[in-house]
């Protein structure tokens, strides 16, 4: 499989793109590249992905109440796959409640 960074650099359209573009279009391609054919993941994939590619965020939170609550969601999905959309919303509501995000903001402060 071609990685990522090289997939991004081919996408005409973000030759010129800004960091934000740039940050988005490669979380829709780590999820396109997991996604079966129909465009979705299982939950298990969901979560592998969540662990190999979204770990400094998710560190440390396991064992706090928001996080569990996040991951029983998905668990009580009753289909067996999320789309990107679902995805995308499970990445956002993880990234709130992270000790990382945290330390990013304090970044703009110092």
Avoid: C, H, R
Avoid at 50 to 59: D, G
């Amino acid at each position: 499989s071609t990685p990522i960074a090289k997939q991004l650099a081919s996408i005409k359209a973000l030759e010129k793109g800004s960091d934000l573009e740039k940050a988005f279009a490669t979380a829709a391609l780590v999820y396109n590249n997991s996604a079966d054919p129909e465009g979705k993941l299982s939950k298990a994939e969901a979560k592998s992905l969540l662990q190999t590619q979204f770990s400094n965020f998710i560190q440390g939170q396991e064992n706090k109440p928001k996080y569990q609550e996040v991951i029983s969601a998905l668990d009580e999905e009753p289909e067996n796959k999320i789309d990107f959309e679902d995805f995308m919303i499970l990445l956002v509501s993880l990234s709130l409640m992270s000790d990382l995000l945290q330390e990013i903001k304090n970044m703009k402060t110092t």
